[in-house]
């Protein structure tokens, strides 16, 4: 069996709420929570055993006294990723730290982005006249980083620049154009108020988020969620960018398998013009 924190981590968006929590504070107290019984485990959680009984089922364990047995093995072998840095940690923890928190992004990502919603966001990108990639904050530095993907198979993707000019831009769209827009960092004025101005204009959305619960949701024709939002550590990390970019890529690759014939002749013709240009 895989080693239990790395496959905990990996189900834990599958779980309910009251699931998430059992798992936090296994993952928070992993060499205690090996010594406790159900009805400890229980009340430290606040939650009620028959919980505990359907959270080591949703893991694949018959029951706690199997779950016990899989956490006393994987302590025996490694610790799990700490859930925060103590002051004076050695390089060596944080790299540790820094490696396994873009595996469990990664893992994450795979229990929260529909695939469906890619192949709707794919088809709005192939069917519209022009496609804003936009953001706000660290967003738009996303955006714009999806943005020259997108530019490199098509003239048609275009990103706009600060606050004023993308409620410019929002307010100009029409029917047959596209938003995608990157919601990193939770809901903000500014994005809600570019979002209803695209609405308003016609224009179709796609909402790129890592937020699970943002009003931006409702102003979206297509959500594609690359996270869960939960873990304040990662929530402003390099970890979260990757995962938007992970995302991105994927509905990057979904559109070029799409257009195929499109995409081999930008291919052929960016590279003959970045070619002559270094001659």
């Not at 069996?1 to 709420?17: I, S, V, Y």
């Not at 192949?119 to 955006?143: E, F, H, P, T, W």
């Not at 993308?166 to 938003?179: C, I, K, R």
């Not at 938007?244 to 995409?263: G, H, I, K, S």
Request: glycine content about 8%; overall charge neutral.
């Amino acid at each position: 069996m895989e080693n239990f924190w790395q496959m905990l981590r990996e189900k834990r968006p599958e779980l309910t709420r009251s699931g998430r929590l059992v798992a936090d504070y296994l993952l928070q107290n992993p060499q205690g929570a090996q010594n406790l019984s159900i009805s400890q485990l229980a009340q430290v959680c606040q939650v009620a055993e028959a919980t505990i009984f359907r959270f080591c089922r949703a893991l694949g364990f018959e029951g706690y006294h199997e779950m016990k047995i899989a956490i006393a093995q994987a302590n025996a072998m490694v610790s799990p990723l700490p859930t925060r840095l103590e002051p004076g940690a050695d390089t060596a923890t944080l790299y540790r730290y820094a490696s396994e928190s873009v595996v469990e992004m990664l893992s994450a990502i795979r229990g929260a982005l529909e695939l469906a919603a890619v192949d709707q966001a794919a088809a709005l990108l192939k069917n519209a006249r022009q496609v804003y990639c936009l953001g706000q904050g660290s967003g738009q530095i996303l955006a714009k980083d999806i943005w020259s993907r997108f530019a490199s198979l098509s003239n048609k993707f275009r990103t706009a620049g600060d606050t004023h000019m993308q409620a410019v831009a929002a307010s100009l769209m029409g029917p047959e154009d596209t938003v995608l827009f990157v919601s990193y960092s939770g809901p903000v004025r500014d994005t809600l108020e570019t979002l209803r101005l695209a609405r308003g204009s016609g224009a179709r959305v796609i909402l790129l988020t890592y937020c699970p619960d943002t009003p931006a949701n409702a102003l979206a024709d297509v959500v594609l969620r690359c996270g869960g939002g939960e873990n304040p550590l990662d929530m402003l990390g390099m970890p979260a960018k990757i995962a938007v970019l992970f995302a991105a890529n994927v509905l990057v690759l979904r559109y070029m398998m799409d257009n195929p014939e499109q995409v081999e002749r930008a291919r052929h013709r960016t590279g003959r013009a970045l070619g002559e240009k270094s001659l």
